[in-house]
């Protein structure tokens, strides 16, 4: 299998250059350390800027390359912990177990609060000691101005992910060295922090490459992107509003222009650049039930051989064995089964029906949840049981190679050597069984409580642990920025033949049918068909909590202000979470916006609060 070569490795020398100053004691403590550069010997060429440029990449992905996390804040994902301990993910480390949970985590982000504006301080050290190194006449000009590009295009993102969780936050362009060069900034109006953003992407998009040769760099069609969706979630605010942030007036107006120039950029990034989607969004071969031999494309799309597809607008790169720098999605996906993998994050039972038929392109009828270990049950042979492998014949390619029923086979591995194939059965862990003839141990995990474990960004090869994968986590996919595109053109037009053409182009990779007239047959309609396909497309990526607050469906997802709230289920019917349980007005306003940190607001006077968390 192909593997390609990280941009990113050990940049720590990077990270300590901006705080660095020259000693003034003349003896062994003024030589030159072998770990760090002084910042007198640092910035005198492009090469330095380059290598810069690699620690604000290095910063940035420590904010989003464990995205998937937060769609435990959804309904079809379970986030159940976190592999935060590795020291390139304190970001992501809330104060509880809840701050991934559908309800009660808007206060439990602190340390991301703090990661992200690390990210900003990096990017904008970059920016300013590179500007300074064009002053200067060091170095090719249109490099340098590439460098500011990515790292501007990294500052927007990082701002944009703040105000998306925040709404009204500090924002300094300005490279800060200790808490007084931060200690008595306001919160500035979201508009005005998205004005910045949108200056910070226009930069990126006009002196970024069409092309990027090295993987893991961004091109001008990130930027575009960013800036598409940038636009996208303004036009969403301004459409459904934000009542939770004191001072945002929702404006319709705005909403239409924002949706108009989301759609434009979208355009722009589809047709402009000549990508496609991962294999040209065909579907690939599909193994039978219970067999892993034969896989759909969809799933190598989240293995390191997708590495610098077109697909991936952008994405972060990992070293992978040895470098310190690999991504831990097996530990954080896989269980005992797969080198000692801890199954951090697991679909809920609720994801399976929302994978259609590829007989009819629509949806199959509800599985039931059964509990095969009763006395005298059938449930292994009932029509739409839960735990019948039958029940899930003919569905969306895309669910089998996003997750495992009950006897699925996925590979097994240890000590970076593989186990062989290993079937999944619910609560039957690690037990020697017999299949066809085939002796087999069962996959063990101590996380699942769904009846479902992902098989998605798990490798179906030995040869790496648990926290040395080399796969580039996407931040934006060309599959994303289609469905998008489709919601934004929907907002102004209603449904459009080339919006419909691009949602069936996704459905395409799932073997599924073209949308049926009914689906489109209005704005409505349309919605739904977008958003279905955003649920199975992009699950555990990250983006469906963020999707729900955007759209202000929270409600309409869990019951609202005094209803029962939703049990989430097992495929043996177990009752196991429970959210939203005779809800306050309160539980709701808390998960549209999160809390400032007490900690920040501690050391800095001048920063209020958001309403709901007074």
């Not at 009204?168 to 490279?175: A, L």
């Not at 949602?503 to 073209?514: F, I």
Request: charged content about 20%; some cysteine; overall charge neutral.
């Amino acid at each position: 299998m192909k593997k390609s070569i990280s941009i990113i490795r050990t940049t720590m020398v990077a990270a300590t250059v901006a705080l660095l100053a020259t000693g003034c004691t003349k003896n062994l403590l003024d030589q030159m350390p072998t770990t760090e550069v002084n910042v007198a010997d640092f910035w005198k060429s492009e090469d330095d800027a380059t290598y810069a440029i690699m620690g604000a990449y290095n910063a940035t992905r420590s904010v989003f390359d464990r995205d998937y996390y937060f769609d435990g804040q959804g309904e079809y994902t379970k986030t159940r912990g976190t592999s935060t301990t590795s020291s390139n993910a304190g970001a992501y480390n809330p104060s509880s177990s809840a701050g991934y949970s559908p309800q009660t985590y808007g206060d439990k982000f602190d340390n991301y609060f703090e990661g992200l504006y690390g990210s900003v301080n990096r990017a904008n050290y970059v920016i300013a000691n590179t500007q300074d190194l064009i002053n200067r006449n060091v170095g090719n000009t249109a490099n340098l101005q590439r460098i500011i590009a990515e790292a501007k295009l990294l500052r927007g993102m990082t701002y944009f992910r703040l105000i998306s969780m925040w709404g009204d936050v500090p924002y300094f362009t300005t490279v800060n060295t200790n808490n007084s060069d931060v200690a008595t900034l306001s919160r500035l109006p979201i508009a005005q922090i998205k004005d910045s953003i949108m200056a910070d992407f226009n930069y990126a998009f006009d002196n970024l490459p069409l092309k990027s040769t090295q993987i893991g760099r961004a091109a001008k069609p990130a930027a575009l992107a960013f800036r598409g969706k940038l636009q996208l979630y303004w036009a969403c605010w301004n459409k459904n509003g934000w009542p939770e942030l004191t001072g945002f007036k929702p404006d319709a107006g705005a909403a239409a222009t924002a949706f108009k120039a989301a759609a434009d950029d979208f355009n722009h990034v589809i047709n402009d650049y000549g990508l496609t989607l991962f294999r040209g969004g065909e579907p690939g071969n599909i193994d039978t039930l219970g067999g892993a031999d034969v896989l759909p494309n969809y799933f190598y799309l989240f293995q390191p051989i997708a590495n610098g597809d077109a697909e991936m607008i952008m994405a972060f790169t990992h070293g992978g064995t040895n470098t310190g720098q690999g991504e831990e999605l097996m530990r954080d996906f896989g269980g005992r089964t797969q080198e000692s993998a801890q199954n951090w994050v697991y679909p809920r039972y609720e994801i399976a029906d929302r994978y259609q038929l590829t007989t009819t392109g629509d949806f199959a009828p509800k599985l039931i949840p059964k509990d095969p270990s009763k006395a005298g049950s059938t449930a292994r042979t009932d029509p739409n049981s839960a735990v019948n492998p039958a029940s899930y014949a003919n569905r969306d390619y895309r669910m089998k190679a996003s997750m495992l029923w009950d006897y699925e086979k996925i590979m097994g591995m240890a000590s970076l050597k593989s186990t062989g194939l290993a079937p999944y059965i619910y609560k039957t862990w690690g037990t020697k069984i017999t299949l066809g003839g085939v002796d087999y141990i069962t996959f063990n995990t101590d996380g699942t409580k769904s009846g479902y474990i992902f098989r998605k960004f798990i490798r179906n090869y030995a040869g790496q642990g648990r926290s040395d994968g080399d796969y580039n986590f996407p931040v934006m996919r060309l599959a994303d920025v289609f469905l998008m595109y489709a919601e934004a053109s929907n907002e102004i037009n209603g449904p459009q033949a080339d919006a419909i053409n691009l949602v069936n182009k996704v459905r395409h990779r799932g073997n599924l049918p073209p949308l049926a007239a009914a689906k489109y047959a209005s704005k409505d309609a349309f919605f739904s068909a977008i958003e279905q396909e955003r649920i199975v497309e992009l699950v555990a990526e990250g983006q469906r909590a963020f999707d729900l607050r955007r759209w202000r469906t929270l409600e309409k997802i869990w019951g609202g202000v005094g209803a029962t709230g939703r049990y989430l289920l097992d495929t043996q019917g177990s009752q196991n979470d429970r959210y939203y349980n005779n809800a306050i007005d309160r539980d709701y306003t808390r998960a549209y916006i999160f809390k400032i940190p007490q900690s920040e607001r501690d050391r800095n006077p001048n920063l209020t609060q958001n309403t709901p968390w007074l």
